[in-house]
């Protein structure tokens, strides 16, 4: 069995474990499969597949695959930590320091830094897939709306 790092807001992940905490049969598998075990790589493969057909995604006529899904995902995530430099450099231009990088790296917390990234990563694909997209039954993982207090 592999394991895959996932951006995932530690409100959001509490959310979820309160949530399954309370399903007798829960057995401590995050995304559990439908025989409860771990999701296998095929049922992950048809998830994502099932989740490109319903937001309309295709490469070239054809529905994607998960190697375009990671690639989306690295974009996606690159698109993010530019918008955090960008949102450093603010700062640094105020403070009269140069270099963005150094106020993001240095002067950051490393916690707060990581959560300006989830929340910019995570409005961007609110905007990118459709509404009902992010999670297939009717768990409520919470929504960080923070990034506003950052415009």
Known sequence: MGEVSLLYGLDALANVLDMRARQSEWNGYLFPGTN?????????????????????????????????????????????????????????EEQGANDPASVRDYYLEPERRDRHRRVIFEHRIRNILPDDAYTDTSEETGFDSSLDDFR
């Open 36 to 92: 409860g075990d771990p999701l296998c790589a095929k049922q992950a493969r048809e998830k994502f597949k099932t989740l490109c057909e319903r937001a309309g995604v295709t490469i070239d006529g054809d529905v994607a695959t998960p190697k375009y899904g990671r690639s989306f995902y690295y974009n996606v995530l690159a698109d993010a930590e530019t918008d955090l430099l960008e949102m450093a450099g603010k700062i640094a």
